[in-house]
């Protein structure tokens, strides 16, 4: 009787081994895609911290838009918030911790010493993020979360200094195929996360109905490039490729996971992501978002890729295929795998990490239901968020990816920062001193936002929510310091006036008009509030 209930359940066992092995198959990856990732991901962090060493005075010294005693009193940062880089506002101390970081990030690059030198590079970035808040994006909590997973995968298995110097000699230059843990699945699927949130969240009409939200977002004169202008001509194809893009992000993910023909879908979909991005880099000054989701994708290129390239590379060079030993290739493991309380570990933090996704995707698609629920359960919306703020903020685990989510925003236009001297000219303290005058600069992005922090930045300060009123005081007051500190200059400033030239994008094919408001006067004080409520823009 039990003999014959095994004999039936064989075919079963073996079924569900198959679809065992197919599932660990799509949650793996290949250690050389790995190991491009890994030196992609620490080019990118290198390449972040030069464009921050640039604005290291404005953005991170007590001389800037936000010293270390204003940060840590407007702010309001709880007991689990922690930055190195509050420590003080000395330009030596920020220095100091900027070539830390380098060196860290150098060291991922070639792979030596490479679990430290992501923790460390994590650490930094991660203390840079909390020091400065305001100038963040979607793409530096992509750049910080790859970097968190990172910490828990054996990067460092290929092309690296690691293992060629390891002592191992026998085993030295033999690495497992594919890895397989908690982290590669968390890595994977934190970026189809990011896409989800950020198609789902995108409900307002212009998306969902009418799809003008591409052209709305191609006339936001402080982010847009000229190549944007151009485009924006063409408004039925910005319409063609708003639906593109939405299609994109919703079908991708899930075609990734096609249990067949699997490498050259991945191939296909990885193409026409990296092409999504290249466009969006093309069309907008944000940074380093479109590469690093471009480098987020380098962990699904599949093994296949590698296998041609190595035989496109054998047969032009016309060298003969090189057989491994037997006794060498036994050596090898297919699989990497961790340590059983590493994946425990990992497991449970990214489950806090779809958690706090959903309820942010929750809460911005049935706003109504969610005030409901949290209105009848009191208690335990407060207990659980108490304890999923504490995780996000010591690990800094919260992530926000809301491009142009739920709508292309409205708020658009210029600062004019008219400096009174105390010879009773007017300049703009924006234009470097110039003399003031209200027409749109021919390329405000470039003026405006000269990379993609200072635009983060400058589109915080223009928001209407009373939480920007808190800010635009220090942005005054380094506008003045700079001021002071120009060579030669001996005309002091009596007051400055903050003014933002709003403008609307119309329907096509109208035409702007700017409205001059005034935000902020330091002497005597003025501060505006909501000036939505008194502009007519929704």
């Not at 962090?45 to 270390?68: C, K, N, S, W």
């Not at 709508?407 to 924006?430: I, R």
Request: charged share 15%; net charge positive.
């Amino acid at each position: 009787m039990s003999d014959t209930a095994i004999v039936r359940n064989e075919p079963v066992q073996r079924l569900g081994g198959k679809v065992a092995a197919k599932v660990q198959e799509l949650l793996s990856i290949d250690t050389r895609s790995l190991a491009l990732f890994r030196m992609l991901l620490a080019t990118t962090v290198l390449i972040d911290l030069i464009h921050r060493a640039g604005d290291l005075q404005a953005h991170y010294t007590d001389f800037g838009v936000l010293p270390t005693w204003a940060a840590r009193h407007v702010l309001s940062y709880g007991p689990m918030h922690w930055s190195l880089h509050l420590i003080s506002g000395n330009g030596w101390w920020q220095g100091f911790l900027f070539v830390v970081a380098g060196v860290a990030a150098i060291a991922m690059l070639a792979g030596y010493k490479t679990r430290w030198a992501t923790i460390i590079s994590w650490v930094l970035l991660t203390s840079l993020h909390t020091r400065h808040p305001l100038i963040l994006n979607g793409g530096d909590n992509l750049l910080r979360m790859l970097l968190f997973w990172s910490m828990f995968l054996p990067t460092g298995l290929r092309f690296s200094l690691d293992r060629y110097l390891s002592r191992d000699t026998a085993t030295s230059k033999i690495a497992p195929k594919m890895v397989f843990s908690a982290a590669s699945v968390a890595i994977l699927l934190q970026l189809l996360v990011m896409y989800y949130v950020a198609v789902v969240t995108k409900t307002d009409e212009h998306w969902v109905n009418n799809r003008w939200a591409l052209y709305f977002a191609l006339n936001l004169d402080h982010i847009t490039t000229g190549f944007a202008k151009w485009l924006a001509g063409f408004p039925e194809l910005t319409r063609w490729l708003t639906v593109s893009s939405l299609y994109l992000e919703w079908w991708g993910p899930i075609l990734l996971f096609v249990p067949v023909y699997t490498a050259r879908i991945r191939t296909v979909i990885i193409f026409l992501f990296v092409g999504l991005h290249v466009g969006m880099d093309l069309c907008f000054q944000i940074g380093l978002f479109p590469w690093t989701c471009i480098v987020g994708w380098m962990p699904f290129l599949p093994g296949a890729v590698w296998d041609w390239c190595n035989k496109r590379y054998r047969a032009l060079k016309n060298l003969s295929p090189k057989p491994q030993s037997p006794d060498r290739s036994e050596m090898a493991p297919a699989i990497a795998r961790s340590s059983l309380l590493v994946n425990i570990v990992v497991s449970v933090l990214f489950a806090w990490v779809l958690i706090g996704n959903f309820q942010v995707t929750y809460k911005t698609i049935f706003p109504a239901h969610y005030q409901r629920l949290e209105a009848s359960y009191p208690a335990q919306f407060k207990l659980f968020n108490t304890c999923w703020k504490t995780v996000g903020d010591a690990l800094w685990l919260e992530q926000h990816f809301d491009l142009f989510a739920p709508k292309v925003t409205p708020v658009d236009g210029w600062f004019v920062a008219v400096a009174t001297l105390d010879d009773g000219s007017k300049v703009d303290l924006m234009e470097n001193g110039a003399p003031v005058h209200w027409e749109k600069p021919e390329m405000l992005s470039a003026r405006a936002s000269r990379n993609g922090h200072w635009g983060a930045y400058l589109f915080f300060l223009k928001s209407p929510e009373p939480t920007a009123t808190r800010f635009r005081p220090f942005f005054v007051d380094y506008l003045k310091r700079d001021w002071l500190e120009r060579p030669g200059e001996e005309r002091a400033i009596q007051t400055v006036e903050l003014y933002m030239m709003l403008e609307k994008t119309p329907p096509y094919p109208q035409l702007p008009k700017p409205e001059k408001i005034l935000l902020y006067r330091d002497l005597p004080g003025y501060e505006v509030g909501d000036y939505f409520s008194r502009t007519n823009i929704k």
